[in-house]
């Protein structure tokens, strides 16, 4: 079960349950949201970075996923990219093994990414990522 929240104007929000469904649902709604909004070369690195935090989310948090996709105005030139969950220890980067079947999701947000951190909410927390626009 999804609950769309908001997906009007240049903001785009949605919350999944605490399934393993809702991984490859996240990332249908992000690249359908990204093709509406005419960003569409941004849909493969959103939707697998996506991927990699809510299925983060899904072995370390029990509730309810939030995604939110915000489209920048100008003068900016990145789209701002949050996944939120009920548990408040932020996510530790670590390097993993080569034999290691877990472990990378981090380290490819932060490779991927223009910028990326976490945040305190009020019942958990929010890792954030930003991804510039094609030019």
Do not use: Y
């Not at 997906?7 to 469904?21: K, L, R, Y």
């Not at 309810?64 to 701002?80: F, K, M, Q, W, Y």
């Amino acid at each position: 079960m999804i609950c769309v929240i908001h997906t009007e104007g240049d903001v785009a929000e949605w919350t999944f349950p605490a399934d393993p469904g809702a991984v490859r649902t996240a990332r249908t709604a992000v690249r359908g949201q990204l093709r509406s909004w005419g960003l569409d070369s941004l849909q493969d690195v959103t939707a697998l970075l996506v991927s990699e935090l809510v299925t983060n989310s899904l072995r370390h948090a029990t509730g309810p996923i939030g995604v939110r996709l915000v489209r920048p105005s100008e003068p900016l030139d990145a789209l701002l990219v949050e996944v939120s969950d009920p548990l408040p220890d932020p996510p530790r980067e670590r390097a993993a093994q080569t034999e290691d079947e877990s472990g990378r999701g981090l380290q490819l947000v932060a490779n991927s990414s223009r910028r990326w951190g976490t945040r305190p909410g009020a019942t958990g927390k929010t890792v954030w990522f930003e991804l510039a626009l094609p030019g």
